[in-house]
């Protein structure tokens, strides 16, 4: 069955072969893990969001148009779930600086440089998760997956050009964020 393309396991998945979803499951699993994962930022979360977005995929299978690839039907599905997870998220929590400060102290490393970069890398998440969503996601499809502009702009919809605005801001934001926490 592995050597099928997608499109003929959604075909087949149409004439009722649920073991044709279970291959596109197995297929796209780990991929769907980490987009969520880097959008909302924990293991246990990332996990709910794949069982939310392939639930999502199975009953919705039967309308997929094909008029771009399943990867990217998959794909807009998993980004516009992160992104309603993290709002939510983001309503119920916030960045806790104190608890990352207790962290770093009570941490048993003797090594300077293993808390700076600890720390830098704290950070570094901070400046990402505090970025607007639209700008959130498109450094992430750009920076952690490598995704050409053109493939994101099929997959958000957008204008290339608007997306590299987006990209170029949220770069902009990250380094004044990080160069201000580095700095006090």
């Keep these: 069955m592995t050597d099928k393309s997608d499109l003929e396991l959604v075909e087949e998945f149409r004439r009722g072969d649920v073991r044709s979803f ?14 969520a994962r880097r ?5 246990e979360d990332a996990d709910d969001i794949v069982q939310d977005v ?7 299978l ?48 003797g090594s300077d440089a293993r808390v700076l970069q600890k720390e830098y890398q704290s950070i570094l998440e901070q400046a990402i ?8 996601m498109v450094f992430m499809m750009r920076y952690y997956e490598e995704m ?6 099929q997959v ?9 605005a987006n ?7 990250i380094q004044e964020y990080v160069r201000r926490e580095m700095n006090s």
């Design 167 to 173: 990209y170029f801001h949220a770069i902009k934001k």
């Design 39 to 43: 959008v909302i930022g924990t293991h």
């Design 22 to 35: 279970n291959e596109l499951v197995r297929r796209y699993q780990e991929k769907v893990y980490w987009i």
């Design 156 to 164: 958000l919809k957008k204008s290339v050009g608007g997306l590299k």
């Design 62 to 109: 039967k309308e997929f148009r094909a008029e771009s690839g399943f990867y990217t039907w998959l794909y807009r599905i998993s980004v516009n779930i992160s992104l309603n997870a993290l709002r939510k998220k983001r309503l119920k929590d916030f960045v806790r600086y104190e608890e990352m400060e207790e962290e770093l102290e009570s941490s048993d490393e």
């Design 148 to 153: 050409p502009y053109e493939e994101m702009a």
């Design 129 to 136: 998760d505090r970025l607007p969503a639209k700008q959130k």
């Design 54 to 60: 392939f639930v999502r995929a199975y009953d919705a």
